[in-house]
Nanobody, 127 residues
Framework: QVPLVESGGGLVQAGGFLRLSCAAS????????MGWFRQAPGKEREFVAA????????YYADSVKGRFIISRDNAKNTWYLQMNSLKPEDTAVYYC????????????????????WGQGTQVTVSS
């Protein structure tokens, strides 16, 4: 059973918006930090945003800062990425991930600190 499932991806015109969701199942992730990463064709997976387990701190890649908002609802075991003012360069497969980054003193920006991953959802932004 896949513990994390993304949804909300799709095709949108530049300047538009999408809201990605990451639903957890099988266990509670309220004590886990959550991240969003993306991978464009021919490129390596890159950090997009992260939120600490309490929701008290958020982190963003410079490329999305001011346009994307990460949030979480621990009661629903669901996390979100609101993506506004989308650009063609945002086109990628987006993955949500969970890890105890804060607990282990890791970096929210590095994929290696997240040990649960979703299967990904495609976001395509047309110009």
């Amino acid at each position: 059973q896949v513990p994390l499932v993304e949804s909300g991806g799709g095709l949108v015109q530049a300047g538009g918006f999408l809201r990605l969701s990451c639903a957890a199942s099988g266990r509670t992730f309220s004590s886990y930090d959550m991240g969003w990463f993306r991978q464009a064709p021919g490129k390596e997976r890159e950090f997009v945003a992260a939120i600490t387990w309490s929701g008290g701190n958020t982190y963003y890649a410079d490329s999305v800062k001011g346009r994307f908002i990460i949030s979480r609802d621990n009661a629903k075991n669901t996390w979100y990425l609101q993506m506004n003012s989308l650009k063609p360069e945002d086109t990628a497969v987006y993955y949500c991930a969970a890890g105890r980054v804060t607990y282990y003193g890791g970096s929210y920006y590095e994929a290696k600190w997240y040990n649960y991953w979703g299967q990904g959802t495609q976001v395509t932004v047309s110009s």
